[in-house]
């Protein structure tokens, strides 16, 4: 079939389903895959450009299951294309292969290592990022010969056939060659094994994966003035998404690029963007917040060091490599203060120019802008979160009028710990003079940085959430309706930018909440009891009891739900909302 043909391939005319996914994924024992497995699997090296944009596009929004092998060809097959990706469907192209396997690009083995390490080495080859032994990122957007070289020894490895596809070595016994199905393997264009669970395999997809990486935000820097000024922000949204380790010279480009096109950036793009920089450095944090002696000692528990903060057990260690963490990172300490400064600069530009948009901003873009604000440590003045306030005020007003049944607590997400109780943070009245736009650290002080963001991430829930759809659909999935999650993430987010919210504020919050109190999961309980405790708001005795009434309930819903006891969920800190409880009243 000629390359040119699989444009039906096209979604513009794919309507994505709202039901469970297509597909379900067959044994890899069975050896036997769909047949859009197999006619992608021998297409897939024939493919342009376009064509292999569309291909993707329509396996991401069909929900379709590829395996780890078909997931490896595409990325080895797809690599030699990237020059010819239009910067139109740059940003599309890695959210899909993010949709198709959250995991692919995030670094966590040591296979990544050996892409990445020769290269951070190599003299003259460009920039390098130090984030640690064991988590190597994209290290730089120079191309040098160098760097060259170190790619194509690490491709190279990457695809060097796995011992379940054809064997690592022309010597191989037939027991070994029984494993080819049909004779063919990954890369003479037989459909092969699935790899999954095969470690070799899995270290090969993981140093392809880290290649691809690089060589995306590579081009993605060389071509930054082609893009448009919505494209930068869903790049931005793409690699954060990706858990990949964004270097240092691509955000500090992305971020001028972005601020000297802010004039014509839309409404949702704008908060995207904020989102996306605080989601980067939350990333980054997360990573250098890792102990060295830990890294090799298996995976960290669910809740150790995950997207949502460092919990308290971890902020010990944390402090622990705090001074070795500083030293890695700030390793070009010009190059930390030229991104501090575009950084400041973007968000300068953003916060001005979005004021007379927050109005089109859906509400959970808007609650995502506020918590991309507290993550990123900007205070903006007090007139800018006046009219913020008067946003959300406005729109928990309006929907009092047609309230939403609650959504069912199946269909929530997980719960969080229980955060320990902490002081009130620096209060800001709304009535006192305005200051600059935007309050943050100057570039002298990107070595204090990340101790200035551990003081607070150890208690405090965070509310950071990156759009999950691709650019094509992201402005016909954003929510108008305050949910029990943005509810209690609003709540967290105005705690955290250090404002006192007026009490007309207050009661409206409180009345929306209470129509959707039932709805509230352990999570989301577990943000609104910490906004209540920072805030110091008291509701009445009866609101306290429903609360508590259903806090109660939770509980052995955890309890079912994670097979454990449900206190122990929510940190062991069971009695922190019973003693605010008791003093309500």
């Known amino acids: ?42 297409l897939l090296p024939q493919l342009r450009a376009a064509d292999l944009t569309a291909v993707l596009d329509f396996v991401a929004r069909a929900r379709l299951s590829p395996t780890r092998t078909w997931l490896r060809r595409c990325l080895e097959t797809s690599l030699p294309h990237l020059p010819q990706v239009s910067p139109r469907d740059l940003p599309g192209l890695l959210f899909d292969l993010t949709e198709l396997d959250d995991r692919l690009f995030a670094p966590r083995g040591a296979a990544a290592t050996a892409v990445t390490c020769a290269f951070n080495a190599s003299p003259g080859g460009g920039a390098t990022v130090a984030l640690g032994d064991g988590f190597p990122g994209p290290a730089a957007v120079a191309t040098t010969p160098a760097t060259r070289a170190s790619e194509a020894t690490g491709i190279a490895a990457a ?21 080819i199905k049909g004779g063919k393997g990954v890369n003479d264009g037989g459909v092969g094994h699935d790899d999954d669970g095969n470690d070799g395999a899995e270290r090969g997809l993981e140093a392809l994966a880290a290649a691809w990486l690089r060589r995306y935000l590579q081009l993605c820097t060389e071509k930054l003035s082609r893009f448009t000024a919505g494209g930068v922000a869903q790049m ?37 963007a904020v989102i996306a920089l605080a989601a980067l450095r939350r990333r980054r944090f997360e990573v250098l917040a890792v102990q060295p002696s830990t890294r090799n000692q298996g995976p960290q528990p669910a809740d150790a060091v995950s997207w949502g903060g460092i919990n308290t057990a971890d902020a010990a260690a944390a402090k622990g490599v705090a001074s070795a963490s500083a030293s890695r990172s700030s390793s070009s300490p010009s190059a930390d203060g030229r991104i501090q400064r575009e950084q400041r600069v973007l968000l300068e530009a953003l916060l001005s120019r979005c004021t007379t948009k927050l109005s089109l901003l859906p509400d959970d873009r808007l609650v995502g802008l506020m918590a991309g604000l507290a993550e990123l440590d900007v205070r903006p003045d007090s007139a800018w979160l006046g009219t913020l306030l008067d946003m959300t005020l406005t729109r928990m007003t309006s929907e009092a009028a047609a309230p939403s049944a609650p959504p069912s607590l199946a269909t929530l997400p997980a ?71 943005l509810l209690s993430e609003l709540l967290v987010s105005v705690a955290k930018l250090g404002v006192v919210p007026p009490r007309r504020w207050t009661r409206a919050f409180l009345e929306a909440a209470s129509r959707q109190l039932e709805g509230f999961d352990a999570a989301s309980l577990n943000r609104l009891l910490w906004g209540l405790v920072v805030l110091d708001m008291r509701p009445s005795r009866e609101w306290t009891n429903r609360l508590m009434e ?22 062991e800190r069971y009695d922190m909302p019973l003693v605010w409880a008791a003093g309500q009243g």
């Open 415 to 485: 719960s969080l710990p229980m955060p320990a109780p902490m002081p009130n943070p620096p209060e800001r009245s709304l009535q006192e003079p305005s200051t600059a736009a935007v309050t943050s650290s100057s570039p002298s002080a990107a070595a204090t940085a990340e101790s200035d963001l551990k003081k607070l991430t150890p208690w405090a829930p965070s509310d950071l959430r990156l759009p999950s759809v691709a650019p094509a659909g992201s402005g016909s999935v954003s929510s108008r309706a305050f949910s029990p999650r």
């Open 1 to 42: 079939m000629p390359a040119g043909e699989i444009l039906f391939f096209k979604s513009s005319s794919f309507s994505e389903p709202s039901g469970p996914p297509t597909h379900t994924p067959i044994q890899s024992s069975t050896h036997i895959h769909p047949p859009w497995h197999q006619v992608t699997w021998s």
């Open 236 to 272: 931005m949204v793409a690699v954060a998404r990706s858990g990949g380790l964004a270097d240092a010279r691509w955000l500090q480009a992305a971020c001028a690029t972005l601020a000297s096109k802010s004039d014509v950036l839309g409404a949702n793009d704008m908060a995207d």
């Open 159 to 179: 695809t060097k056939p796995g011992p379940g596809d054809i064997g690592q070595q022309r010597g191989t016994t037939k027991e070994s060659q029984g494993k």
């Open 550 to 571: 259903h806090v109660r309930q939770c509980l052995p819903a955890e309890e079912q739900r994670s097979g454990g006891p449900g206190s122990a969920d929510w940190g």
